[in-house]
Structures are given as C-alpha cells and as structure tokens.
C-alpha cells in the first residue's frame, strides 16, 4: 500500500484537532470514526457517511439479485453460461438477434454488479476457469497439492513468511484454517507455473478469491485463469516484464484520457507508475473496500485487463480539480490514497471508469502494448547488463 | 516544529533491502511511533511524510519505503532516481539478506551520485539470539563504502530516531544553505505534516 497511514491514526488526528478548529457540528459527526466489518469481512473504519454510503450498497446489492434472480426466472436458469452468450462479444456478426441481446444485457448486468450468491458460479464460467479445469482430469488438484506437500522452495518459503501478514486480523483468513488455504493456493500454483513461482502480491489476489469462491479448488483455478488467459502475460514473472508494459501503455492512456492532470503531474516529476504498480499487480484488492474491488474483479474477469486501466484512470478524472491544485507529490498520493480507500459505493467508481472515460477496445490496447515491449525489454536487458557488470567487478 | 528562520531541506529518502527485512516496520515506527508484528508485505512502495528539526535546519521527508522481492528489483530506479538518502537495510538474523544489501549498495554507488547520503541498517536487533551477521561485519562494509552503520530494532524502537536524526544531520551538512521559498513555507503551515517524531 502506498503511504499506508492508517486509517486510525487519521482518526486520532482528526480528533485532536477539534478542539483547535472547533468544527460544525456536522463536521464533528463526519469526523466520528466507528469501525465495522464489510460484506466480506474485513475492518472497515470510516465516519457515519461512510456507513451509510454501505448500508445503501448492502440495499443495492440486495435489488441487483432480484435482477439476476428475475432474469433466470424469465431466460432459464444458467442462461448466461451457455458458450455463445458468454463469448458473445467477440462472435458478434454470427450470432442470432436473440444472443446477441441476451450478451449485451449481460455486458450491462456484469457492470451492474454480480451478486455476491452468484459471484463464484459466474465468474468460474465466465472467466474460462471453468473451460481451463475440464481439460485436465478431475483429481488436478488434489493431486497437485499431495505431490507438493512437504516440499521445500524459495517459493515457499517466501510464501510462508507471508502468509500472517496477509490481511492480517481477517476473522478467517487470519486463522490456522485460512493460512493453511491460502498456502495450498499459493503453493500449488508456484509448482504449476514455476515461471511465476511466488510473486508477492498474489497472497492479496488469491485470499481474495479464496474468500469470494466457494472452494478452494475453484479459487486456485481462477488464480490460474487469471494469470494465464486474463491478464497481460509475465505480469508476476522474474522482471514483471508484463507490468512494466502495463505502466507504459497506463503513462499513454492517461496522458490522451486525461492530458491536463498528465501534464501536470509530469511538471511535478510524478510518475504514475510510482502509485500504479500496486493497482495493477493486486488487483486493488489492497486499496479499494472489498465490494468496490470484487465489482471491478466482475468485469474484469468477462471484459477482460483493459478493465484495469479504465478504473485507474478513473482515479484521477474523479479527483481531476484537486489534483490540478497539488504543488507536491505527497499531496497528489494523499488524494489518490483517500480517494481508493473511501470508494465504498462502487458504482461511483464504475460510472467514472466506463461513462466517463469513454471506449477503449482489447484490440487498441494490445497494440499499445505491443508498441511498448521493445522499449521495456531494451530497458531491463540493459540494467540487466549493468547489474551483470557490477558483479564482474567484484571477481 | 519547524524553528523559524531556519532552512528547510526537502529530502527525498529511499528505503531498500531484502523482503522481510523490517523496512515498512521501520518507517512505520518513525513516522508513527507504532509496529504491528504482521505487517503486511508491500507491493511496489509505500510512501510517507515526515517532518525532523534540528537546530541547524528542517528535514522534510519524503520517505519511499520500496517492495523487497528480488523481482521487484526492476522497479527500484523509479523510486531511488533524484533520492538524497537511501537506507540499506538488513536482518541480522538472515545472512542472505546482509548480502543482498551489499548487493544494493553497489548498485546505489553506481547511481553516481556523491553526495547521497547512505545509511547500512543491521535491523531486527532484538533477535540477537539468533544473530548470522556480526557487527563487524557490518561495520566494516559500512566504513569501505562510505556510509554509517547503525543497529536497530523496529519492533523495541531501539535507534531508530538517532538513525534518522543522523540522516537529517548528515543531510543538512551536505545541503547549502538557501532561502525557503514561499512554497515550502505553505507546506509547512500543513498542521498533519508537522506532528514531530523526537523526543
């Protein structure tokens, strides 16, 4: 987490200063921090506002399942499974009236929100996890995870050490039960792809999807779609080579979807990238509230990673007036922080990221990105080459 | 608090060394006098304001506390570009991580920057039970490479307000003096920024 102060300390502040500033009394009761725990569980502190603005998402989430209930009712249960609607996007020009529809309304569903009853059967069809599990036999899993048992890597071990501090205090994946998942996930999946191994940053996307899937096979077969089919390829391996291309293409999407903060900030020697990179590699699962992250997870496993650049940018289009008003990097990180970590009603993120900053297609962002890979890779080859000559030096 | 008159150094501090190593921990522990025994892994950096005075000038901080991974490693120059101070730090209880320091020192040095102020860090201090990196060691590659050692623990708070006092002291020696723009003068009339870490 960048500038991690916590929200606590915030608080503490907050009230030490009444006395001095001697606020309104709304003021006062918006300073008020209670602390409660979200849909999923976590610790959320937060002032009565933020509450409320929680109370009125728990309603929506509640409306949006009769929509998806309903929609069942009238479709047929699993109508959105069926292969041509759930790809439909991309077949298009060969499909019936009726499909296409039935894939429009669920493009707009999905953005919507999936209710969280339903989040591990749609995502698990939706993301291709399901299509990835049926082409090995039955028992992977559990075969993968017996043949690894005991076994000691530098994976593992790094995997260990992280697995306390993984959300730490969440009442379960803070418990010998949760740890003990989280490691079979991990563990597992550093065997499967032993490119990837263990990357941090993987511990804060798998308890995640750990605690929003039912199993925890189901969990590690999402891990695996997502690294392998969803996001951009080496994201997580040795150089994250994949991520540097993501900052790149982010730099250049940034600078046409939002040319004045871009300007700015570049006349404050502030790389975006210096707050992006932990967006992109967990997912925002360490910086948005749960349900604001998991909303975000829904499109991206069906529309895909451009998703991850729309919601990013959001950020600043959001706060685009104060931003342009920063004289200061701390200032400008300050913004963004308070900004992703009070987004308790997704849909006002979701609204900014695909009203306002308008279509950006797969196709456009593939070849950004490979506009951009030359430039990555000449870039850590070379740093590579001088780290290498730092070492000859030492013979 | 900020003595008036007196120069204001803004300094840009980076944070490096292995994972695990108590590099969150010990910035925590400066910029907010507390520690948590699980703390969660950082990914990317983390960054962070503080605010030292000492009587020849204000160091204000800005402290980027960077992932520890080894392959993180490729992100390190966009954080340590343009930084007056880097720490090194290390476990004293893991060889590994006392050599991987060396490794960033080297790199810092061919950053070519000579007035960058290094600090070597032999961390976790409080373990000395299950000590892998002596002293000497430690301070002996400090000296050969020009830089000052200091033993600390972030979960005890041993040294860790002389390490950066020092760090200020070493950078407003190296920083000429020179007017404080109106600039800064607003920044420092930010009440959040100015809660002051010694004492």
């Not at chain 1, 005991?150 to 697995?163: F, S």
């Not at chain 2, 920057?113 to 070597?120: F, I, Q, R, Y």
Request: contains cysteine; charged residues 25%.
């Amino acid at each position: 987490m960048y500038g991690a102060q916590s929200k606590r300390d915030l608080a503490l502040e907050f009230q030490s200063q009444i006395p001095i500033l001697r606020p309104s009394i709304h003021a006062r009761r918006a300073n008020l921090t209670v602390k409660f725990q979200d849909l999923y569980g976590f610790t959320v502190e937060g002032n009565v506002d933020d509450v409320n603005v929680l109370n009125e998402v728990r309603e929506k989430v509640r409306k949006q399942g009769r929509v998806w209930w309903a929609l069942e009712a009238n479709k047929g249960a699993n109508w959105y499974l069926e292969p041509s609607i759930s790809e439909g996007i991309a077949l298009k020009s060969s499909l019936k009236f009726s499909t296409l529809a039935n894939a429009i309304t669920l493009k707009r569903l999905i953005r919507n929100g999936i209710p969280p009853l339903l989040r591990p059967k749609v995502w698990f069809s939706l993301s291709g996890a399901a299509k990835k599990k049926s082409t090995v036999p039955e028992s992977y899993y559990n075969d993968l995870t017996k043949a690894v048992e005991g076994k000691v890597t530098p994976a593992t071990r790094q995997i260990d050490h992280d697995l306390p501090r993984t959300f730490p205090g969440h009442p379960w994946l803070d418990t010998p039960e949760g740890h003990a998942a989280l490691r079979r996930v991990l563990v597992g999946y550093s065997f499967r792809d032993s490119d990837v191994g263990y990357c941090q940053g993987l511990n804060y996307v798998a308890a995640l999807l750990l605690l929003v899937m039912k199993t925890e096979e189901d969990a590690f077969w999402m891990l695996a779609v997502l690294l392998e089919n969803v996001l951009v390829n080496d994201c997580y391996t040795n150089n994250l080579s994949g991520c540097h291309v993501e900052q790149r293409v982010f730099k250049d999407l940034l600078a046409k979807k939002c040319p004045r903060i871009a300007t700015h900030l570049e006349a404050l020697d502030f790389d975006v990238s210096l707050v992006a990179t932990e967006w992109f590699l967990c997912l925002f699962s360490k910086s948005l509230p749960s349900e604001t992250a998991l909303r975000v997870w829904d499109v991206l496993f069906y529309e895909g990673a451009k998703v991850l650049f729309h919601v990013a940018l959001a950020f600043f289009k959001m706060k685009e007036d104060e931003l342009l008003l920063t004289h200061h990097v701390g200032d400008v990180i300050n913004i963004l922080q308070k900004t992703t970590h009070h987004l308790f009603d997704p849909d006002d993120l979701l609204t900014v990221a695909f009203d306002k900053i308008g279509s950006m297609t797969t196709n456009t962002i593939s070849k950004q990105r490979k506009k951009q890979e030359p430039a990555v890779m000449a870039e850590l080859d070379q740093r590579l080459r001088r780290l290498n000559s730092l070492k000859l030096d030492d013979k | 608090m900020a003595r008036p008159g007196n120069k204001i150094i803004q300094a840009k501090m980076v944070l490096l060394g292995d994972m695990g190593t108590g590099k969150t921990s010990l910035v925590l522990r400066f910029v907010k006098g507390q520690f948590l025994d699980h703390q969660e892994p950082t990914i990317g950096a983390a960054f962070f304001t503080q605010i030292l005075s000492l009587t020849e000038a204000t160091v204000k901080f800005d402290i980027w506390d960077t992932a520890g991974q080894e392959r993180y490693h490729s992100l390190a120059p966009m954080y340590y570009r343009g930084a007056a101070a880097a720490v090194v730090v290390y476990d004293i209880s893991k060889m590994d991580t006392f050599t991987r320091a060396k490794k960033w020192v080297e790199e810092l040095q061919r950053q070519g920057n000579s007035n960058l102020v290094m600090a070597l860090v032999a961390n976790k201090c409080d373990l000395e039970p299950k000590r892998e990196v002596e002293t000497e060691e430690g301070e002996q590659f400090a000296q050969e490479n020009g830089m000052f050692y200091i033993e600390t623990s972030a979960k005890t708070a041993e040294n860790i307000n002389e390490l950066f006092y020092e760090i200020a002291k070493r950078l407003a020696k190296a920083f000429p003096s020179k007017p404080t723009g109106m600039n800064l003068n607003n920044e420092v009339r930010d009440r959040r920024k100015l809660s002051c870490c010694l004492g």
